[in-house]
């Protein structure tokens, strides 16, 4: 079975900073995706990035890219110089078979001025 | 842009209510799906619907129901509301098959069951 794991209840990061949000899976699957999405303090989920199993360069967005480890089997959110409106839940998931998206259990971010 | 509406923000229903959870999207996609959102556990699905009258249960099905009349309306059905029914709802829908679908969510509702 699959499975999203995010370790990180709760981080802090100084504005302008970098901050990376831990995810690692499980899936016996070879073909798979992987998606961060933010949930603002609103409510609503926004996707910001995905990455495939068989994409051999990390994803990039803007300010958000994806440290793929494929052999580790984790895809670790960065986010470059943190800004006040990233303080939001971030959850990482996998999208293993036709419409299987598994969650995790979210990350806090909170962003100090 | 993909826009998903969910019908209400909040709402607040009595144990033992029958509550529908309306969800319409206007892309065309054809899986829809609701999960429930609570503090610790993520989002878990309720259910899922790749097609006009198709639906398979997800994870956490029970005391709910769905219908999918209308490719662009997904409604969630709680038959006898009970207060561990108190949560955020968010509704989701994608293009099938591809494994680069994200999913796009409308801004959930909050139920309350007292």
């Known amino acids: 079975a699959q499975k999203i794991t995010q370790t990180q209840p709760g981080m802090f990061v100084q504005e302008k900073e970098a901050v990376t949000l831990d995810c690692t899976y499980d899936t016996s699957d070879q073909s798979y995706g992987l998606f961060w999405y933010k949930q603002p303090s609103s409510g609503e989920m926004i996707f910001l990035i995905y990455?495939?199993?068989?994409?051999?360069q990390n994803a990039t967005e803007g300010r958000y890219s994806l440290n793929f480890q494929k052999a580790r089997k984790s895809a670790n959110l960065v986010i470059s110089a943190s800004q006040l409106g990233d303080s939001a839940m971030y959850f990482c998931?996998?999208?293993?078979?036709?419409?299987?998206?598994?969650f995790g259990t979210g990350t806090r971010l909170k962003v100090l001025a | 842009d993909v826009k998903v509406t969910q019908s209400s923000r909040y709402l607040v229903k009595r144990t033992g209510e029958k509550v529908f959870l309306e969800c319409v999207q206007d892309?065309?996609?054809?899986?829809m799906f609701w999960y429930r959102q609570d503090p610790g556990l993520g989002l878990r699905l309720i259910y899922f619907?790749?097609?006009?009258?198709?639906?398979e249960k997800g994870d956490i099905p029970e005391g709910y129901s769905v219908s999918r009349e209308k490719k662009e309306r997904f409604s969630l059905i709680l038959e006898s509301a009970s207060t561990n029914q108190t949560s955020m709802y968010l509704c989701?829908?994608?293009?099938?098959?591809?494994?680069?679908?994200?999913?796009?969510f409308g801004n959930g509702t909050r139920l309350t069951v007292t």
């Open positions: 990455q495939g199993s068989y994409d051999e």
């Open positions: 998931a996998i999208l293993s078979g036709t419409y299987k998206y598994i």
């Open positions: 892309m065309d996609h054809e899986n």
């Open positions: 619907s790749y097609d006009v009258k198709m639906k």
């Open positions: 989701a829908s994608s293009f099938p098959g591809l494994r680069n679908s994200p999913l796009h």
